[in-house]
C-alpha cells in the first residue's frame, strides 16, 4: 500500500527503480517466489542456479543485492559468498541468506563467510521485506560515503600537486641533500624547506606538525613562505623562527603546532647554526655516520603554541670538519612500530650509525633497516630523515661582479655624472638595541626596494654583514675570536657571546650607506663606526694570511676581496668599503 503524496513529494520507496537483484538458488519455486515478490519492489531480476554460476552472473551483471541459498549443487552458497566478496572490494553488494538451516553454527557461518543477514525458509514476506529495506539504507550509506571518499581522494590529489608545487619545489640542491620522506597518508603534516642566504649560507628546516594528512600539512604554506622569504632577505636563524612561531599560532587552532630542526650551514664552512624544538637530536656525524661529534637536543618550544616565544636562547653554534654530517629525524622515526608493537627507538637508531661502513649513505642505512624492522605493520606517523653533508658544493655560489678596473670606471662615471643618482642612509644602535635588532638585512631590503641592486644584493649583504658583525662580537662585545681555535671553541665563543648581549647596557654601532648609480656601473660605499676600543688591523690581517687553517679572520678576508677597497681609519673601529660593478 502506498501513501497519498502531493506533487512536489518523493514517491515512495517501491516506485523508485531499485536496480538489479541476483537470486541463486537451486530449487525454480524458491526463485519463482522470491522474483515476484523483488519485481513488486521494482527490482529487475537475474536468476543463478548454484554457487559457480552465481559467480559468473555476479561478473557479467555487477548487482545491487543478492539471494544466496545455501545447499547447492557444484559449490555451496558459502564458497560462492567468499568469491563473491572478494570480487566486490571495496564496493558494498549485500548478501541475505535464504535458508532452512536452523543449526546455529551454519547460521553463524553465513555471517563468518561475509553475508551481512539470513532468513530461515519458509520465509514471511513481511519479514524479507524490512530485511531488503534494511539492507538498502546500509547499501546506499556506502555508496554515499565511498562518493565522499571518492571525491576527497581527488581533491587531496589535486592539493597535493599544489602543495609540492608550492611548498617542495622551491626547495634548493635537493639532490645533494639525502632525504627519505615518507607521509602516513596523501598528505605530509613533515616539510622539508631548503633556502640560500644573500651571502651563501645554506639555511635547512625541517618541520613536524601535529598529527598528519591534509589538515597537517595546511601550515606548511605559510611556514615555507615566511622560511623562503626571510632566508632570502638575510634575517639570523632566532628571526626566522620567531617569525615562523609568531604566524602559526595566529593561523593554527588551539592545540596544533610544528615541531622543528634548524641547520644553517656557514658560508666560510668553519660552523654550524643549529636549533633543535620538541623533535628528537639532532645528530653531528663524521662521514661515515659512525662517530656522534655533537648532540643538539631539544632547547625550544615546537612552533606555534605561544605567541612571543624566543628562539634566540635556544641557538647552538658548533665548528665542524669537511665532510661531517647533520642528520635531522622526526619521531615517525624513533616511534615507528614493528608488527608486534615494539618501538624503532633512538637506540636502534645510534646503533645502525655505528655499524655504518661509509658505502651506504646513513639517510639509506636507517631507511632499510626501517623497513625490516616495520614490515607490514601500519604506519602511525610520517616518517621523515634527512642527512646534510658539510661540503663546499651544497653552498651557494655566486660571481664577484665588481670590476678591478678602477681607472676605466672613474671614467665611465666622469662622462655619465649627468646621470647619477645617490642615496645615503644612516643608522646608529646603542646598547640593548644591539641584541634585539639586526640591522643589515632591514638596510639591504630597503636599498634593493629603493635602487633595484638584485644583482648586487648577495655581495652588498655579505660586506655590510661581515663588518656589523666584527663592530658588534669584537668592538662592543671584547670577544677574542681565538677562542674559536679551541676544542669546542665555537660553543664557548656563542655562549659568551649571548651572555654579553644579554649584559649589554650602552656602547653604540653607526653604519653609513652610500648608493651611486650611473647609467651602466654603479657603487656602494659602507662605513661602519663601534663605541669600541678598535684593533691594529694591519697586523690582524697579517696573522690570518699566514696561517689560512685558522677559524677566525676569513670573512674579513672575504671581505676584502669582494671591495675596490677596505679601509679601517681612527683605532680601528672605523671602516670604510668601497664596492663598484660594471653592467657592461
Given at each position: 500500500m502506498q501513501a497519498t503524496q502531493s506533487a512536489s513529494a518523493t514517491p515512495s520507496t517501491d516506485e523508485q527503480p531499485k536496480g538489479l537483484a541476483l537470486i541463486v538458488d537451486d530449487e525454480l519455486s524458491n526463485r519463482i517466489v522470491l522474483n515476484a515478490l523483488l519485481k513488486k519492489m521494482n527490482y529487475t531480476i537475474v536468476q543463478a542456479e548454484n554457487g559457480a554460476q552465481a559467480i559468473e552472473r555476479y561478473k557479467e551483471t555487477q548487482p545491487d543485492i543478492i539471494f544466496m541459498d545455501i545447499m547447492m549443487p557444484v559449490m555451496d552458497g558459502f564458497d560462492s559468498t567468499v568469491q563473491i566478496k572478494a570480487l566486490c572490494g571495496n564496493t558494498f553488494v549485500p548478501i541475505i541468506f535464504l535458508t532452512a538451516m536452523t543449526d546455529e553454527k551454519a547460521l553463524a557461518r553465513c555471517v563468518e563467510v561475509g553475508g551481512d543477514d539470513f532468513l530461515t525458509k519458509p520465509f514471511n514476506?513481511?519479514?524479507?521485506?524490512?530485511?531488503?529495506?534494511?539492507?538498502?539504507?546500509?547499501?546506499?550509506?556506502?555508496?554515499?560515503?565511498?562518493?565522499?571518499?571518492?571525491?576527497?581522494?581527488?581533491?587531496?590529489?589535486?592539493?597535493?600537486?599544489?602543495?609540492?608545487?608550492?611548498?617542495?619545489?622551491?626547495?634548493?640542491?635537493?639532490?645533494?641533500?639525502?632525504?627519505?620522506?615518507?607521509?602516513?597518508?596523501v598528505f605530509s603534516g613533515d616539510v622539508l624547506l631548503t633556502a640560500y642566504a644573500p651571502n651563501g649560507d645554506l639555511n635547512v628546516l625541517l618541520g613536524d606538525f601535529t598529527g598528519h594528512g591534509l589538515s597537517a600539512a595546511l601550515g606548511a604554506l605559510p611556514v615555507s613562505e615566511t622560511f623562503r622569504a626571510m632566508t632570502i632577505k638575510g634575517f639570523s636563524v632566532d628571526q626566522i623562527l620567531n617569525e615562523i612561531n609568531r604566524k602559526l599560532h595566529t593561523l593554527l587552532p588551539t592545540g596544533m603546532f610544528m615541531a622543528a630542526q634548524f641547520v644553517r650551514i656557514n658560508h666560510t664552512m668553519d660552523s654550524m647554526t643549529l636549533c633543535c624544538c620538541g623533535m628528537p637530536d639532532i645528530l653531528i656525524t663524521n662521514i661515515t655516520g659512525t662517530e656522534i661529534k655533537h648532540r643538539i637536543p631539544s632547547t625550544g618550544l615546537?612552533?606555534?603554541?605561544?605567541?612571543?616565544?624566543?628562539?634566540?636562547?635556544s641557538m647552538?653554534?658548533?665548528?665542524?670538519?669537511?665532510?661531517?654530517?647533520?642528520?635531522?629525524?622526526?619521531?615517525?622515526?624513533?616511534?615507528a612500530r614493528s608488527p608486534d608493537g615494539e618501538y624503532f627507538g633512538q637506540e636502534?637508531?645510534?646503533?645502525?650509525?655505528?655499524?655504518?661502513?661509509?658505502?651506504?649513505?646513513?639517510?639509506n642505512s636507517i631507511a632499510n633497516t626501517l623497513e625490516r624492522f616495520c614490515l607490514d605493520a601500519p604506519q602511525d606517523d610520517d616518517i621523515s630523515l634527512v642527512e646534510v653533508p658539510f661540503l663546499p658544493d651544497v653552498l651557494a655560489v655566486f660571481e664577484d661582479q665588481h670590476s678591478s678596473g678602477t681607472e676605466e670606471k672613474k671614467g665611465a662615471k666622469n662622462s655619465d655624472d649627468s646621470q647619477n643618482n645617490s642615496l645615503k642612509f644612516v643608522v646608529t644602535l646603542e646598547g640593548p638595541r644591539l641584541l634585539r635588532i639586526d640591522p643589515v638585512p632591514l638596510l639591504i631590503n630597503q636599498i634593493q626596494e629603493l635602487e633595484g641592486l638584485k644583482e648586487q644584493r648577495r655581495i652588498i649583504?655579505?660586506?655590510?654583514?661581515?663588518?656589523?658583525?666584527?663592530?658588534?662580537?669584537?668592538?662592543?662585545?671584547?670577544?677574542?675570536?681565538?677562542?674559536?681555535?679551541?676544542?669546542?671553541?665555537?660553543?664557548?665563543?656563542?655562549?659568551?657571546?649571548?651572555?654579553?648581549?644579554?649584559?649589554?647596557?650602552?656602547?653604540?654601532?653607526?653604519i653609513s650607506i652610500y648608493s651611486r648609480l650611473y647609467s651602466s656601473s654603479g657603487e656602494v660605499i659602507i662605513q661602519v663606526k663601534d663605541s669600541g676600543p678598535g684593533f691594529d688591523y694591519a697586523n690582524y690581517i697579517a696573522n690570518i694570511q699566514s696561517d689560512l687553517s685558522t677559524p677566525s679572520g676569513r670573512g674579513l678576508l672575504l671581505t676584502k676581496e669582494l671591495c675596490e677597497s677596505l679601509t679601517y681609519s681612527n683605532s680601528g673601529n672605523q671602516v670604510e668599503a668601497i664596492y663598484t660593478w660594471d653592467n657592461n
Open positions: 514476506h513481511t519479514v524479507l521485506k524490512s530485511k531488503i529495506r534494511a539492507m538498502e539504507r546500509i547499501r546506499d550509506l556506502h555508496r554515499e560515503v565511498k562518493t565522499l571518499l571518492d571525491q576527497r581522494e581527488h581533491e587531496e590529489e589535486i592539493a597535493e600537486k599544489v602543495f609540492s608545487g608550492a611548498v617542495m619545489a622551491g626547495n634548493v640542491m635537493p639532490e645533494k641533500l639525502k632525504a627519505l620522506m615518507r607521509p602516513a597518508a615546537p612552533l606555534g603554541i605561544i605567541p612571543d616565544a624566543d628562539y634566540l636562547h647552538s653554534s658548533i665548528s665542524a670538519d669537511l665532510e661531517d654530517r647533520a642528520l635531522l629525524v622526526s619521531d615517525g622515526v624513533t616511534e636502534r637508531l645510534e646503533n645502525i650509525l655505528a655499524k655504518g661502513n661509509g658505502k651506504e649513505s646513513i639517510v649583504f655579505t660586506i655590510l654583514s661581515e663588518l656589523y658583525i666584527n663592530a658588534l662580537d669584537h668592538g662592543i662585545l671584547n670577544l677574542n675570536s681565538t677562542l674559536k681555535a679551541k676544542p669546542g671553541g665555537f660553543t664557548t665563543y656563542f655562549t659568551e657571546r649571548e651572555k654579553r648581549l644579554k649584559e649589554l647596557s650602552d656602547g653604540y654601532i653607526t
